[in-house]
């Protein structure tokens, strides 16, 4: 299995945008049309789509899932994962209903732990729990605040609840192209079993070479979004790395 490089979609407004830090007053508009960049994205070889409803987040609940829906359904093969203002039953089916493969639940995973595992039995195969975390603490509410719950603690639970995988962002880095944190990224993946998906700082070709490199801990993937965006990343070169380093 080669290591995935995963395209971010940030939806803010119906507009593809990338935010500093989670800050929604911190943002760079990318593009108005995200069906056109999803396309640019498969073109180039994207295996999976990574998108991220905004506005949802903040409102807990679906703002952008039109813009969703139509990319969706245009690329019906296409494993997309989706997260943002996801916190009950009726919105996870909604979105599996219009083609979504994987729905990512954070501050309602972190809120109500029971959820999570109702879910999964409920979905089998298409829970994907994100982990925001500041020096091995979760953060919720679109990173305002700091859970005090660790991370490890959380992830196994998780696992044992049956998610497919965990999405795990180092806040201090996202959006701040400084870098991926390989350590915590690691020392998580090392205590569970299920694949951690990284997130959060990656910037250049060489942070695709270490994740390849540590890739055996259980890390399947990693998420780009403004490297790609700001072209300190290209994601047809990044790809094809991962697939060379991971044989």
């Given at each position: 299995?080669?290591?995935?490089?995963?395209?971010a979609i940030d939806l803010k407004d119906g507009k593809c945008v990338r935010l500093r830090q989670g800050r929604m007053d911190e943002e760079t508009v990318f593009s108005d049309d995200p069906l056109a960049m999803?396309?640019?994205?498969?073109?180039?070889?994207?295996r999976r789509l990574h998108i991220v409803?905004?506005?949802?987040?903040?409102?807990?609940?679906?703002?952008?899932a039109e813009?969703?829906?139509?990319?969706?359904?245009?690329?019906?093969?296409?494993?997309?994962?989706?997260?943002?203002?996801?916190?009950?039953?009726?919105?996870?089916?909604?979105?599996?209903?219009?083609?979504?493969?994987?729905?990512?639940?954070?501050?309602?995973?972190?809120?109500?732990?029971?959820f999570v595992g109702d879910v999964c039995a409920e979905f089998p195969g298409h829970i994907i729990v994100?982990?925001?975390a500041k020096d091995?603490?979760?953060?919720?509410?679109?990173?305002s605040k700091l859970s005090g719950h660790d991370v490890i603690d959380l992830a196994k639970k998780y696992q044992n609840d049956g998610v497919e995988a965990i999405v795990y962002t180092d806040?201090?880095?996202?959006?701040?192209?400084?870098?991926?944190?390989i350590e915590a990224t690691v020392r998580l993946a090392e205590q569970i079993s299920i694949p951690v998906i990284a997130s959060g700082g990656i910037t250049n070709m060489e942070d695709i070479s270490r994740l390849?490199?540590?890739m055996d801990t259980g890390i399947m993937g990693a998420i780009t979004g403004r490297a790609l965006y700001e072209g300190t990343l290209d994601f047809a070169a990044a790809q094809k790395l991962a697939d060379k380093l991971s044989k």
């Open positions: 299995m080669s290591l995935l490089i995963i395209p999803a396309r640019r994205w498969i073109e180039a070889g994207a409803d905004l506005n949802g987040a903040q409102s807990g609940k679906p703002v952008n813009v969703i829906a139509a990319i969706t359904a245009a690329y019906p093969d296409l494993p997309i994962q989706v997260g943002g203002g996801i916190r009950d039953e009726d919105t996870i089916q909604a979105y599996l209903d219009v083609g979504v493969r994987y729905v990512i639940l954070g501050t309602k995973a972190v809120n109500a732990p029971h994100g982990l925001d091995g603490k979760v953060a919720i509410d679109g990173w806040i201090g880095r996202d959006g701040m192209m400084t870098g991926v944190n390849c490199e540590v």
